[in-house]
């Protein structure tokens, strides 16, 4: 079984400050995702990476790859209430299927 | 634009009982997926299926059934619920590694 671990596994911080969230395996994906959940919805997709090293941004979100494929990090710069969330990491393995985080709850106060 | 919907949105069983979750997805995708989501495991993969007539376990496949008469509908059965089944059920069906998730039923199992 791949397993992907997350940290932290939650975050609480004032609006305006920065962070970064991690994903790591011992194993080694074809891509990677990140999710965002809110409460009573199902997770959304924000991203795939798929190149080693490769780095990709979302208006404040910056998403990047490791160089082995195996590790992935989410940074918010000047988080802002509305980044409140379940954050989700995903790796894509054979056949598409998906071996997901345990997740990063983040709050991010007024 | 309906997308992945699933009913009910809350259901509470008694042990032994059983039920079935419905999912339901108009996008024509062939892959969809049950998944269970837990407070800090994130989600994993119950069961999953390729296309119409055919379906496969995932990581935690046991006391769930599931079939695939269309490509539209894949129902999860639960055919005698037990307090660990006590969970957030999600359904997702997948445009290549892109998941699309339905809002989720969550079951509890007195």
């Known amino acids: 079984t791949q397993l992907l671990e997350q940290s932290p596994q939650f975050l609480s911080i004032q609006e305006g400050e920065n962070l970064t969230v991690y994903c790591n395996s011992s194993s080694v994906f074809s891509s990677l995702q990140w999710y965002r959940q809110e409460p009573g919805e199902g997770p959304v997709l924000l991203v795939t990476v798929v190149t080693g090293g490769e780095v990709k941004k979302l208006k404040r979100l910056t998403f990047q790859f490791g160089d082995a494929r195996k590790d992935s990090s989410l940074h918010i710069t000047a988080a802002q209430p509305g980044d409140t969330g379940l954050y989700l990491c995903a790796g894509v393995g054979a056949g598409n299927m998906l071996t997901f985080g345990g997740g990063t709850r983040l709050m991010v106060k007024p | 634009n309906a997308g992945v919907t699933q009913t009910p949105k809350f259901q509470v069983l008694k042990t032994g009982q059983s039920m079935t979750l419905q999912c339901a997805q108009d996008?024509?995708?062939?892959?969809m997926s049950w998944y269970r989501q837990d407070p800090g495991m994130g989600l994993r993969l119950i069961h999953y299926s390729v296309g119409a007539g055919i379906t496969d376990q995932g990581e935690v496949p046991n006391g769930y059934n599931v079939s695939r008469s269309t490509t539209e509908d894949f129902p999860l059965r639960l055919l005698s619920a037990a307090p660990s089944q006590t969970s957030v059920y999600f359904c997702a069906s997948s445009w290549g590694p892109e998941a699309f998730f339905g809002q989720g039923t969550r079951l509890t199992v007195v």
């Open positions: 996008m024509n995708h062939e892959y």
